[in-house]
């Protein structure tokens, strides 16, 4: 049974860090990209960054380039998302979502770990 | 990128079928089969319904298929039962990058 399981989420100030990770099994982590995808509150699906099977490509969505940074651990079967300069508009569930590799869908998804930025 | 254009409700008794439009540009939905559909029942994770437009994952229910025309992608749901009241979510490839857009949501109602 594949599982994406996240953590790390919770309340944090304006301009604060946190960083989010996801186990992953049931699936070969090592050949899988991996993506991070956010939902608002009462909003939409958001992509927010993704990287390759080995880690030597990253994508970030333009809002947060420069302040997010993804990352994976294929030895823990492990992503993970740091999140510093944090803004209101950061506040979502963050989702940790298998992506296929070239067809640009996502097969697995993880239950979703809520940041809140607010003071 | 604006989000995909999705239709922010849409209703149907069971038994009935309907159909959710997502309307993209010949950047993204036109000019790529590399359109996903997801259902998304809140609090729970969201489930992969049809990806590359017309094919449907193992998993997913027969009574949802997918097309394009254009620049507007399609899901339909036949058959409607109550188990289908969701969010749906369309998700298309966009050119030139790494990334997706996705739809703004349609709640499905089961009358």
């Known amino acids: 049974e594949v599982q994406l399981v996240e953590s790390g989420g919770g309340l944090v100030q304006p301009g604060g860090s946190l960083r989010l990770s996801c186990v992953a099994s049931g699936f070969t982590f090592s050949t899988s990209w991996m993506t991070w995808v956010r939902q608002a509150p009462g909003k939409g699906l958001e992509w927010v960054a993704n990287?390759?099977?080995?880690?030597?490509?990253?994508y970030y969505l333009d809002s947060v380039k420069g302040r997010f940074t993804i990352s994976r651990d294929n030895a823990k079967n492990s992503l993970f998302l740091q999140m510093n300069s944090l803004r209101a508009e950061d506040t979502a569930v963050y989702y940790c979502?298998?992506?296929?590799?070239?067809?640009?869908?996502?097969?697995?998804w993880g239950q979703g770990s809520l940041v809140t930025v607010s003071s | 990128q604006s989000a995909l254009t999705q239709p922010a409700s849409v209703s149907g008794s069971p038994g009935q079928s309907i159909t959710i439009s997502c309307t993209g540009t010949n950047s993204d939905v036109g000019s790529y089969n590399l359109v996903s559909w997801y259902q998304h029942h809140p609090g729970k994770a969201p489930k992969l319904m049809i990806y590359?437009?017309?094919k449907r994952p193992s998993g997913a229910s027969n009574r949802f298929s997918g097309s394009k025309s254009g620049n507007t992608a399609s899901l339909t749901i036949s058959g409607l039962q109550a188990e289908d009241e969701a969010d749906y979510y369309c998700c298309s490839y966009v050119g030139g990058t790494t990334s997706v857009l996705f739809g703004g949501g349609t709640k499905l109602t089961v009358l």
């Open positions: 590359e437009v017309t």
């Open positions: 990287i390759k099977q080995d880690g030597s490509e990253k």
């Open positions: 979502v298998r992506e296929s590799t070239y067809d640009y869908y996502f097969d697995y």
